[in-house]
């Protein structure tokens, strides 16, 4: 037998085991928590925090590069890195550059596509035991980032914008990935489709349950705050990762060839079985879409009809505002924070009636929104930075009330 096609390669990313899915969605929880935690409870803001966590990925992605073989400190650390800041980019698409959601979902889809087909006609695999040289590894951490990019577009779309919630979300999550899971057993759907689209689909399941354990009771979470589920999933997500490195469970070397002589041999099937993933990818999404969609017109046609801005529609929020003002006066911070945790509750709920009627002012006024919570929540809140944020908050809310 040739050498060569016996040749035994180190992948320098983890066998697929069950702890590799744990692990992923610690990291996406982490993703989502973590970067709440430096925006708002530390109050560095939206752009601070993307570029400080920014830097850490890319310092870390040179030390995964430079590493000769798969080691899990390294590589899941860099995964909770790329989890913030995926996270992040679409945030600060959305919430600084006003970039509608379905807009940054479109753009992430394509770019995502376009770095598998790269990556395919590259290497003619896209199996991630196959990646083991500087070139695969490029296209593996570019689609990374562009999954959870994608993600977060999709997760805040449907679970926000489109007035799911975050529990719903997660749970429609669940069954998609439960059907790929039975179609890969049942139905024999190719593994390495059914490993990219659980992978996708793992960042808006990671994130609801995030949002879900973090956020106010108020707010319909179980109030453990950003802070607490951030130091439990990091603790988690370094047992298992201790455990891994001491049992070698998720390490393994590969075939590629092998691996690529297979992929050669079912080519066919697997394009087959991509075009009809991607069809019912979008027959479910634009449904779900249309159907959520056509539900929150159906609710704003009234108010819609009779007036195309948010004018009376924010008087709630200017009185919560208000009320936070008073109790930031009188450096009652704790009743100051509980008003946060209302005002974010409320305005949270009223998005999708409030966002169908004027996108823009919408998105004006809840950047400001974020930045008063960034402020009252702050570890040690600073009353004039406090005023100076609700202040400008309630001139941008009282202007469009009128």
């Known amino acids: 037998m040739n050498i060569n096609q016996n040749k035994i390669v180190l992948s320098k990313v983890p066998e697929v085991t069950i702890f590799f899915w744990i692990i992923k969605v610690l990291c996406t929880t982490v993703g989502e928590t973590f970067a709440d935690f430096l925006n708002f409870s530390l109050g560095f803001g939206l752009t601070n925090t993307t570029l400080i966590m920014g830097a850490a ?9 430079g590493a000769a073989k798969y080691v899990p400190s390294i590589y899941w650390l860099t995964v909770v890195l790329i989890s913030v800041f995926g996270t ?35 290497e003619k ?36 914008q489109l007035g799911l919630g975050y529990l719903y979300t997660g749970i429609s999550v669940v069954i998609i990935i439960a059907c790929i899971f039975l179609a890969w057993k049942l139905l024999k759907l190719d593994g390495i489709l059914a490993f990219w689209i659980a992978y996708i689909l793992t960042r808006p399941l990671g ?24 130091v439990i999933f990091l603790i988690a997500i370094l047992a298992i990762v201790i455990f891994l490195a001491i049992t070698k469970l998720d390490t393994s070397a590969k ?16 394009l087959i079985q991509t075009i009809g ?13 249309a159907k959520l969609n056509n539900n929150i017109a159906s ?57 169908k ?24 809140p600073d009353a004039n930075q406090c005023k100076s944020a609700l202040n400008n908050s309630l001139g941008v809310l009282k202007g469009a009330n009128k």
């Open 57 to 65: 990925f890319f310092i870390l992605l040179y030390f995964q590069f």
């Open 88 to 122: 992040l980019v679409t945030d600060n698409l959305t919430d600084v550059m006003g970039v509608p959601l379905e807009l940054s979902t479109i753009v992430f889809s394509i770019l995502l596509g376009l770095t598998f087909l790269f990556w395919y006609l590259s």
């Open 125 to 160: 695999t896209l199996s991630i035991h196959s990646v083991h040289t500087r070139k695969r590894e490029t296209f593996y951490w570019l689609t990374i980032l562009f999954t959870f990019a994608l993600g977060t577009a999709v997760g805040d779309l449907y679970s926000e």
């Open 207 to 230: 994130a609801s349950l995030g949002d879900y354990l973090s956020q106010s009771k108020v707010n319909g979470g179980l109030g453990l705050g950003t802070t607490v589920t951030s």
């Open 255 to 270: 075939s590629d060839i092998g691996e690529t002589n297979r992929a050669a041999e079912n080519k066919k099937n697997v």
């Open 277 to 289: 993933v991607l069809v019912i990818s979008l027959a479910i999404g634009i449904g779900g879409y």
């Open 299 to 355: 609710q704003t046609a009234q108010t819609a009809s009779t007036q195309a801005t948010l004018a009376g529609q924010l008087s709630d929020f200017v009185s919560i505002e208000n009320d936070m003002l008073k109790n930031v006066g009188t450096s009652d911070f704790a009743s100051a924070s509980k008003g946060a945790d209302d005002l974010e509750h409320q305005w949270d709920t009223a998005e999708p009636k409030l966002r």
């Open 357 to 380: 009627i004027d996108g823009t002012t919408w998105t004006k006024i809840d950047g400001t929104i974020d930045v008063v919570l960034a402020a009252v929540r702050s570890g040690n």
